[in-house]
Every structure is written in structure tokens, then in C-alpha cells.
């Protein structure tokens, strides 16, 4: 495995765990469950957390458009899942994981190119 590889791959598990420990903090201060709108409540609480949100939600939705070209160009497959993964995860777990499968795709052409 390369190195750009190892490295996405260990973002990808940061992007999984790291926002899922505060998630699960999150849902124990909520009594045990998950309201998406007491969460956006409180993502949006202050002015640094509305910059922080809003710095996120215009990196996600450009990171998602070029996950969805890129994918056509490399003829990646299943770049929905991707999209799926950032709502249902988190961006910081899909876009390392689509950065790992991608570089595994430019790898391996490249290989078919020798």
C-alpha cells in the first residue's frame, strides 16, 4: 500500500471515530437519543460554531460535487455512497474514504500503463 494510501486510510479512521465520540456524547446529554434538530440547534449556538458549521457545509457540498465528477472521470462506481457515508457518518469519514478508493483507482492505472 502506498504512503498517500496509509495516510488517507488513517483519516478515514479519524473522520470515524473522532466525530462519533462527540456524537455519542452528544445523544448521552440528550438522554440517550439523536434529534437532528437540537443538533443543528446546537452547531449553530454562537458565531464560531455558525462559522465552523458554515466553513463545513460549503467544503461538504464542494468536496460532494467533485466526488461526483471525479468519480465519472476515473469511472469510480457507486459515488452515492460517498454522499450517503457524509449524511449518515461524516464528511470527515467519506471524503478520506473516497480519497483512499480514488488513489487505489490512479494507482492502479497507472500500473496498467507499464
Known sequence: MSVPRIFYLLL???????PWYYNFQFMQQAGGAFSIADFIAASSSNAASQSLSWDLAIACIAG????FFESRRLGLRFFWVYI??????????????????????????RSDET
Open 84 to 109: 450517503f457515508l457524509t449524511f449518515s457518518v461524516a464528511y470527515a469519514f467519506a471524503f478520506p474514504l473516497f480519497l483512499f478508493i480514488r488513489q487505489g483507482q490512479l494507482e492502479k492505472c
Open 12 to 18: 478515514t479512521l479519524a473522520g470515524l471515530s473522532i
Open 64 to 67: 460532494l460535487l467533485w466526488i
